[in-house]
């Protein structure tokens, strides 16, 4: 589906690659094939018809691995469960930025997740993974891989590469090790680990009968500011509600990784169906347009916040990348990893529970809803909203509190958002004891 225009070379010229937003209102799109709409239109069918019906035998032979595809054939168009035009057109617009083989788009970022984790781990095998992840992805290895026999261990970002070894070995599972999965910055609290050390990990357990799998949730930066698949990991996955999506209008997941791995994720796509809808996968090719300029806006608009919400009385503490202190080993790492600092902070107010939510009902401008990575800058309240269901006992060792507040900060003037956030602030009433004992 490549463009011959994402390569321009003429004889006075050397041939220059275009960037990603460049290519976001173009790549992968034949306006002939359609007659000549510049937009790609919706491709709402189920089916498509075939020529002959020898060619409808060919493309399910290819569909079904019964035999090698030639060496121009392609996959035709089938039946939208397992192919569409609007799909496989965003997948390989997605493939750009992460500069992947394959993609595979999925109705929600838990479908995509959960679609991994079952391909890529069976009864008896042992999952190793990143505290804090979202709460859904908590909740889905813990109790539904638990209870089909999953094994899992929960590591923290505080514990050294060494460390990590030793908790495999004492699991006595260490040789099932199939998967390690990360989700860098973590959702809610930025904690950030270093991609490259845990494919370390990966390959110290693999042999050669068994590659130990590196997946990353890159929800939090992606596509634009981390490339994981740069760093060593083997699959990265999205929810592309958030920044891909963009307007908090949709819902929707994504994939990506070798076309190998691709290939084994799309075949339980076909068999679970829970691949994206073509009239979802237009909306999302209408977001990745505006993909850049929204991303780039939001993180300005965020890197002022923070620098307002650091320096307040009473904030005890902000947790955002652009914050990190020179000389850590969190700084280092996002120097590494990270391009940008993002539009996620949260942030410890002095005081718990009600003092958060006096903050929270006192905004004006800030919408109070879950999601992030949307136009418009939202405010929650993790331990009670989107980490409600996870563990007591593991929330505390994250630094999940009543006082942690996470904000997602949006396209709006850096001026408002400021305003709105100082406005509620001055709103609430933190006891004067407890004022003292945060700063002392
Ligand atoms: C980091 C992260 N990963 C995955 C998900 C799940 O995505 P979805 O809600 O699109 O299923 C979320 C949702 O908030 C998230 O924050």
């Known amino acids: 589906m490549n463009c011959n225009f994402d390569m321009v070379k003429s004889s006075v010229m050397k041939a220059h690659k275009f960037s990603p937003e460049s290519l976001m209102m173009s ?10 709409a510049v937009k790609c239109p919706i491709f709402q069918t189920s089916t498509f018809e ?47 930025w992460d500069k992947s083989d394959g993609c595979a788009v999925f109705e929600s970022g838990m479908s995509a997740i959960s679609t991994v984790l079952l391909e890529f781990l069976k009864p008896g095998e042992l999952l190793v993974y990143s505290n804090p992840v979202y709460g859904g992805t908590d909740h889905f290895i813990q109790h539904f891989l638990a209870k089909i026999g999953v094994h899992t261990l929960g590591v923290h970002p505080d514990e050294s590469t060494e460390t990590i ?33 845990y494919k370390n990990i990966a390959n110290h357990f693999s042999t050669e009968e068994k590659q130990v799998l590196l997946a990353v949730d890159n929800t939090y930066m992606g596509p634009l500011w981390q490339h994981p698949l740069q760093f060593g990991a083997d699959l990265v996955l999205y929810s592309a509600t958030k920044y891909i999506g963009g307007h908090s209008d949709l819902i929707a ?92 902070i949260s942030f410890d107010i002095i005081g718990g529970e009600k003092e958060a939510f006096q903050f ?65 602030l001055k709103s609430i009433e933190i006891p004067n004891h407890k004022l003292q004992m945060a700063n002392i």
Not at 172 to 193: C, F, R, S
Not at 362 to 391: R, W
């Open 27 to 36: 790549h992968g799109y034949k306006p002939e094939l359609s007659q000549g």
């Open 50 to 96: 075939y020529k002959t019906a020898e060619e409808g035998k060919a493309f399910f032979e290819i569909a079904y691995g019964l035999r090698d595809k030639g060496p121009k054939e392609e996959l035709g168009l089938i039946y939208s469960r397992i192919n569409n035009p609007n799909l496989e057109i965003l997948e390989n617009r997605l493939c750009l």
């Open 165 to 197: 070894i030793d908790l495999i070995n004492a699991t006595g599972k260490a040789d099932k090790l199939a998967l390690i999965y990360l989700e860098t910055p973590a959702n809610p609290t930025n904690d950030i680990v270093d991609i490259e050390s």
């Open 253 to 344: 997941g994504a994939v990506l990784g070798s076309a190998e791995l691709i290939t084994r994720v799309k075949t339980l796509r076909t068999f679970l169906g829970n691949m994206l809808s073509p009239n979802t996968a237009w909306l999302l090719l209408r977001s990745l347009e505006t993909l850049k300029v929204r991303m780039d806006q939001q993180t300005k608009n965020a890197q002022l916040v923070a620098a307002f919400l650091e320096q307040h009385p009473t904030i005890e503490k902000v947790n955002y990348l652009g914050l990190l202190k020179e000389g850590t080993k969190e700084h280092s790492i996002y120097k590494k990893q990270c391009e940008a600092p993002g539009a996620m």
């Open 360 to 424: 929270m009902n006192s905004l004006k401008l800030f919408k109070m809803a879950v999601s992030l990575g949307s136009t418009e800058s939202l405010v929650e309240h993790p331990i009670t909203m989107t980490h409600a269901g996870v563990d007591p006992e593991h929330r505390e060792r994250m630094n999940i509190t009543d006082k942690l507040i996470r904000l997602s900060i949006g396209v709006e003037n850096a001026n408002d958002i400021i305003w709105d956030i100082e406005q509620a």
